[in-house]
C-alpha cells in the first residue's frame, strides 16, 4: 500500500509539472493560455511557437504521464486496482496542477502517455489512431477525443472479453480518465458535434 501512495504522489507532481506553459514562458516570454483555448497544454503551446515549442511540449506532456505509470508497473509490480489510482495521477495533476493554482491543461498528451504506460504500444497506439480518425470526421476537437475515448472502451472490452479476460482495473482507470476529460472539455462539448463540411459535401454527392 505504501508503494501505491507513493506512485500516486509521483504521478500526481509528475503530472503537475506544466512543461508547455514554461517552454512558453522561457523560450518566447509569452503565456501560452493567451492562444487558442486558453489552456497551458501543448496545442496552445504550437499555436504560440509552432513546433519549436510545441512538439518538445507535446512529448514532455505525454512523458510525464508514460514515465511514472510504467516505472511503477513493470518495473515495482504494481497492477490491479492498485493500479488505478496511480495511473489517474498524472491525468489529475496535469488536469488541476498546483503550480499553476488548480488550473491545467485539457490532458490529452498526458493521457496517451498513462495508457503507453499500462500497455507499453497498445493503448497509445490505437487510441491515438482513433483520435486521428474522428478529428478528420468531427468539426470539434474535444468531441473527436471523447468519442475515440468511447471507440476505445469497445476495443478494451473486446480484448478483455475475447482475449485476455475481463480486467475491471483497467476499465475504471478508462472511467475515470473518461471523467477527467469530460470535466476539461466541458465548455467545448456543450456545443453539438458536427462532421467536418467536406463530410457533408461527400455525403450530399453521395445522395445525389
Known amino acids: 500500500m505504501l508503494n501505491v501512495m507513493v506512485w500516486t504522489l509521483i504521478g500526481f507532481i509528475a503530472g503537475s509539472l506544466m512543461f508547455s506553459y514554461w517552454l512558453g514562458k522561457i523560450f518566447l516570454k ?5 492562444y487558442g483555448d486558453s489552456n497551458p497544454g501543448a496545442a496552445n503551446a504550437w499555436k504560440a511557437g509552432g513546433p519549436k515549442i510545441g512538439l518538445p511540449g507535446a512529448v514532455l506532456d505525454f512523458a510525464k504521464g508514460a514515465i511514472p505509470v510504467a516505472l511503477a508497473h513493470w518495473l515495482f509490480g504494481i497492477d490491479g486496482w492498485n ?3 496511480v495511473a489517474l495521477a498524472p491525468i489529475l495533476g496535469h488536469s488541476f496542477s498546483p503550480f499553476l493554482k488548480f488550473n491545467g491543461g485539457k490532458a490529452i498528451a498526458v493521457t496517451l502517455g498513462v495508457w503507453s504506460g499500462i500497455t507499453i504500444w497498445e493503448g497509445v497506439l490505437v487510441l491515438g489512431i482513433l483520435i486521428g ?3 478528420v470526421i468531427i468539426d470539434q476537437p474535444s468531441w473527436s477525443v ?3 475515448m468511447f471507440a476505445f472502451l ?3 472490452v473486446f480484448m478483455g472479453i475475447f482475449i485476455r479476460g475481463a480486467d475491471l482495473p483497467l ?6 480518465n473518461l471523467c477527467i476529460l469530460i470535466f476539461k472539455h466541458k465548455s467545448d462539448l456543450k456545443q453539438t458535434f458536427r462532421p467536418r463540411p467536406y463530410i457533408l ?3 450530399g454527392g453521395l445522395r445525389g
Open 154 to 156: 469497445c476495443y478494451l
Open 201 to 203: 459535401r461527400i455525403l
Open 83 to 85: 493500479l488505478v489510482p
Open 146 to 148: 471523447i468519442l475515440a
Open 133 to 135: 480518425i474522428f478529428y
Open 171 to 176: 476499465w475504471a482507470i478508462w472511467t475515470g
Open 30 to 34: 509569452q503565456d501560452v493560455r493567451n
